[in-house]
């Protein structure tokens, strides 16, 4: 059938009057993408139903979003991870084996070609911030070790700055380091305890954040890409489960699996093995890897 045979446009019937257009389409899953989108987007209009203002205001919020976009800043993301739309993708295409560590979001802030450092390594630059040592062991889901997993790790420091956001502040690759197992699968490195930040709120979406009456923070954490062969790249941070605003993550990534126990420690002879002052923070978390292929629970 054409589409002029579903008659004229009218408010009963637009669905189909819109995707029938679409039946030549030289693309079989942008059709069905678009006949989901265009379903669901008028559905939306035909419940707001909004003004013709409120609708020009729309059109310019996703003006000014686009118009924020530049090779640094991508609002778009900002605006897909505070609407929960990153973390719906990440959790549909990461369904994992039971017992495997669950991802999140990989963010803004990863930078290519962080330093291979030697196990124990200290990656705080700046000597700024509360000392904390980090280890665990990477596992496969049957518990045993796996030997030559590649962990590339990055934080904010304890201001809530990464070094990209920082330069000429913090040294370059302040906070980052890649790492890689031995037999025994066991990781360790020196660091500074992070704190939460806000995400970039300057923009349009930090606007409708404030207009929603949220906040833009995201509770402290550190970010891990592990990779090993044979098992698929796990993407994933560990959180600080006594931050402020750990039940309120502004982009939602926060799984229970991800907490991790941020000890406060006093031992002047520890700290004095690990080149520590004072007091330090210690943290032990382990992942768990799924093998390419394996079932997903
Ligand atoms: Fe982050």
Not at 58 to 79: K, S, Y
Not at 160 to 176: H, K
Not at 205 to 222: E, F, I, K, S, T
Request: glycine share 8%; aromatic share 10%; hydrophobic share 35%.
């Amino acid at each position: 059938m054409d589409a002029h045979e579903k008659g004229f446009f009218t408010e009963e019937n637009s669905v189909e009057v819109v995707t029938g257009r679409n039946k030549n389409a030289k693309d079989e899953r942008l059709k069905q993408i678009m006949e989901v989108v265009t379903r669901k987007l008028h559905e939306a209009v035909k419940e707001i139903e909004p003004t013709q203002e409120e609708w020009f205001q729309a059109v310019m919020f996703l003006t000014r979003t686009g118009q924020m976009c530049n090779e640094w800043r991508q609002e778009f993301i900002l605006l897909s991870d505070t609407l929960g739309v990153s973390m719906l993708v990440d959790a549909i295409n990461n369904r994992k084996p039971s017992g495997a560590s669950e991802s999140t979001v990989l963010g803004p802030f990863h930078v290519k070609g962080a330093p291979e450092l030697p196990m124990g390594a200290n990656i705080c630059l700046d000597q700024k911030g509360e000392d904390m040592v980090i280890g665990g062991r990477i596992l496969d889901t049957t518990g045993q070790p796996i030997k030559d997993a590649v962990l590339d790790v990055w934080q904010a420091n304890d201001e809530g700055f990464y070094d990209v956001q920082q330069q000429g502040i913090q040294p370059d690759f302040n906070l980052r380091g890649v790492f890689r197992t031995g037999a025994d699968g066991r990781y360790w490195f020196r660091a500074v305890k992070p704190k939460y930040y806000p995400i970039p709120n300057d923009g349009p979406v930090g606007q409708m954040l404030d207009h929603l009456g949220r906040h833009p923070n995201r509770p402290a954490h550190l970010h891990y890409i592990i990779k090993a062969d044979g098992f698929e790249t796990l993407i994933t941070h560990i959180f600080d489960p006594d931050d402020p605003y750990i039940n309120s993550d502004a982009v939602f990534g926060v799984k229970e699996s991800l907490l991790a126990k941020f000890r406060h420690t006093r031992d002047p002879d520890r700290a004095r093995t690990y080149e520590f002052d004072g007091d330090f923070w210690e943290v032990e978390h382990d992942f768990v890897l799924a093998r390419v292929g394996e079932k997903r629970g």
